[in-house]
């Protein structure tokens, strides 16, 4: 007998309707997974709300619905609008409070505490106004997270269906601001709970309070949110929840991400025909006005300017390899002492080093293509993406032992991993890298294992398939 599992997955941003940031790719992917995993047993019926941000641009947009919510003696008026993205509903919320919030992700604290409180609460009782009710609300990150709090008090009234909730975790130092006055006046409980004291206030820790899964982006970030380096000081009270507790690890967009098939790239190729990777070396060193040398190791940068990132140890690395032949491009924007970190780089190395500061999609695909190496030495990882596009490209990672990093690059054997957040622990890493690279044997062994990986988001949907079926009983 056919049974349906109705998920309501709540995000800020999805492509192709606002993208700002990795959670843009995420929402815009995993719910279209999902779905395409319904088959005669199962019908998966994932249905993505988002605000309705200034920016966001949809197509045949049409109205839904126009109610209200409570908040203290009066209400806030809610706005449902109704998308379809290849066959997926996509509703969006308005309202005040995202009309006058700002961008996506505002510099204003108190603007973002309103706009998301409001787009939460209002989307969890946006079913009410559907002939559909969930079984699953998924939430990400803690923009959504207050929804899952509110879906656990709303269980605790009479007669209420059990709708169980779930919350990714992208990034658990972000756990949003102090929302405590926010909701006395929509009349929410504060929680008195196991968590301490500070966190009773912030939306991610109500979330993950009131959650039946936490999902971390990677198995090994789940691990390390554990742990009193990464957990951020909720790690005493998140080792209570381990039983409930997993890591997915995020996919990547394999169909544009592809080889064989992109259109940014010289020369297409598959892990057969790896020797094609010399003709788009060739081209990114000339594009870059680097000498054409197809034998020196031409290392690249993908990322966002961040000490998070690590990119301060990849340009002290740098700068201690004066004696070794290679070649390196910096591509990415954000801190601005960074920025000015690989300006001087280039400056000291002008026949080695590019700094290409700026967001440009076609160029980093032309560098995993062209690029011998990618280096990602990142303090802390919840999953990390490009280690993963990289690989598909034959692009070997060089990543540090954290997060999402130790889960998708393997010793020798995808890729080379280092333990210490330290600049000569990558520089060793990256020599041992430069070694493999003399034996063309063992690198394109190295490569192809990488291009072989299934970084699909089928492969992560099924994951989370399993984990709604054991929520939905």
């Given at each position: 007998?056919?049974?349906?599992?109705?998920?309501?997955?709540?995000?800020?941003?999805?492509?192709?309707?606002?993208?700002?940031?990795?959670?843009?790719?995420?929402?815009?992917?995993?719910?279209?997974?999902?779905?395409?995993?319904?088959?005669?047993?199962?019908?998966?019926?994932?249905r993505?709300?988002?605000?309705?941000?200034?920016?966001?641009?949809?197509?045949?947009?049409?109205?839904?619905?126009v109610?209200?919510?409570?908040?203290?003696?009066?209400?806030?008026?809610?706005?449902?609008?109704?998308?379809?993205?290849?066959?997926?509903?996509?509703?969006?919320i308005?309202?005040e409070?995202?009309?006058?919030?700002?961008?996506?992700?505002?510099?204003?604290?108190?603007?973002?505490?309103e706009?998301?409180t409001?787009?939460?609460?209002?989307?969890?009782?946006?079913?009410?106004?559907?002939?559909?009710?969930?079984?699953?609300?998924?939430?990400?990150?803690?923009?959504?997270?207050?929804?899952?709090?509110?879906?656990?008090?709303?269980r605790?009234?009479?007669?209420?269906?059990?709708?169980?909730?779930?919350?990714?975790?992208?990034?658990?130092?972000?756990?949003?601001?102090?929302?405590?006055?926010?909701?006395?006046?929509y009349g929410?409980?504060?929680?008195?709970?196991?968590?301490?004291?500070?966190?009773?206030?912030?939306?991610?820790?109500?979330?993950?309070?009131?959650?039946?899964?936490?999902?971390?982006?990677?198995?090994?970030?789940?691990?390390?949110?554990?742990?009193?380096?990464?957990?951020?000081?909720?790690?005493?009270?998140?080792?209570?929840?381990?039983?409930?507790?997993s890591?997915?690890?995020?996919?990547?967009?394999?169909?544009?991400?592809?080889?064989?098939?992109?259109?940014?790239?010289?020369?297409?190729?598959?892990?057969?025909?790896?020797?094609?990777?010399?003709?788009?070396?060739?081209?990114?060193?000339?594009?870059?006005?680097?000498?054409?040398?197809?034998?020196?190791?031409?290392?690249?940068?993908?990322?966002?300017?961040?000490?998070?990132?690590?990119?301060?140890?990849?340009?002290?690395?740098?700068?201690?390899?004066k004696?070794?032949?290679?070649?390196?491009?910096?591509?990415?924007?954000?801190?601005?002492?960074?920025?000015?970190?690989?300006?001087?780089?280039?400056?000291?190395?002008?026949?080695?080093?590019?700094?290409?500061?700026?967001?440009?999609?076609?160029?980093?695909?032309?560098?995993?293509?062209?690029?011998?190496?990618?280096?990602?030495?990142?303090?802390?990882?919840?999953?990390?993406?490009?280690?993963?596009?990289?690989?598909?490209?034959?692009?070997?990672p060089?990543?540090?032992?954290?997060?999402?990093l130790?889960?998708?690059?393997?010793?020798?054997?995808?890729?080379?991993?280092?333990?210490?957040?330290?600049?000569?622990?990558?520089?060793?890493?990256?020599?041992?890298?430069?070694?493999?690279?003399?034996?063309?044997?063992?690198?394109?062994?190295?490569?192809?294992?990488?291009?072989?990986?299934?970084?699909?988001?089928?492969?992560?949907?099924?994951?989370?398939?399993?984990?709604?079926?054991?929520?939905?009983?």
């Open positions: 007998m056919s049974r349906t599992i109705n998920v309501l997955f709540l995000a800020a941003e999805a492509d192709p309707f606002i993208k700002v940031g990795g959670l843009g790719d995420v929402a815009g992917s995993l719910p279209q997974a999902l779905r395409a995993l319904s088959n005669d047993d199962i019908k998966l019926d994932v993505l709300v988002l605000p309705y941000h200034s920016a966001v641009k949809a197509d045949n947009l049409r109205p839904l619905d109610f209200s919510i409570p908040r203290g003696d009066t209400e806030v008026g809610v706005e449902a609008f109704e998308a379809v993205l290849n066959g997926m509903p996509v509703y969006l308005n309202g409070p995202i009309r006058s919030g700002g961008s996506v992700y505002s510099l204003d604290a108190k603007l973002d505490a706009k998301y409001f787009f939460s609460l209002a989307a969890l009782a946006l079913p009410e106004h559907l002939d559909w009710q969930p079984d699953v609300v998924h939430a990400n990150d803690w923009h959504t997270a207050l929804s899952i709090y509110g879906n656990l008090t709303k605790w009234e009479a007669g209420a269906k059990h709708v169980a909730g779930v919350v990714t975790l992208h990034n658990l130092p972000f756990m949003g601001p102090d929302i405590s006055a926010l909701l006395n006046a929410i409980a504060l929680a008195q709970t196991d968590l301490p004291e500070w966190a009773r206030v912030m939306p991610m820790p109500l979330g993950l309070w009131a959650s039946d899964a936490v999902v971390a982006v990677s198995p090994g970030y789940a691990g390390e949110v554990l742990t009193e380096e990464f957990g951020c000081g909720l790690n005493t009270f998140l080792q209570t929840r381990k039983e409930t507790s890591g997915i690890l995020n996919g990547i967009d394999t169909i544009s991400f592809d080889p064989t098939t992109d259109k940014s790239i010289g020369v297409n190729y598959d892990g057969t025909m790896i020797h094609k990777r010399a003709i788009n070396k060739k081209l990114l060193q000339d594009r870059l006005g680097l000498a054409l040398d197809p034998n020196v190791p031409l290392l690249a940068i993908i990322s966002r300017m961040d000490v998070q990132k690590g990119v301060d140890l990849a340009f002290t690395a740098l700068k201690n390899m004696r070794i032949n290679f070649q390196a491009v910096i591509l990415g924007t954000g801190d601005p002492k960074l920025e000015d970190s690989a300006r001087k780089l280039q400056e000291e190395f002008p026949d080695k080093i590019k700094a290409e500061l700026r967001f440009d999609a076609n160029l980093a695909r032309q560098i995993y293509a062209g690029a011998d190496m990618i280096l990602m030495p990142s303090r802390y990882e919840p999953c990390g993406l490009a280690q993963m596009i990289a690989m598909r490209y034959g692009c070997v060089v990543v540090r032992a954290v997060g999402g130790k889960d998708t690059v393997k010793q020798n054997e995808t890729g080379f991993v280092f333990e210490k957040a330290h600049h000569m622990s990558l520089v060793s890493a990256i020599k041992t890298a430069m070694k493999a690279m003399a034996d063309p044997e063992k690198w394109q062994a190295i490569q192809r294992a990488g291009m072989a990986k299934d970084f699909s988001w089928e492969a992560s949907a099924r994951e989370y398939l399993n984990l709604y079926l054991s929520l939905v009983k």
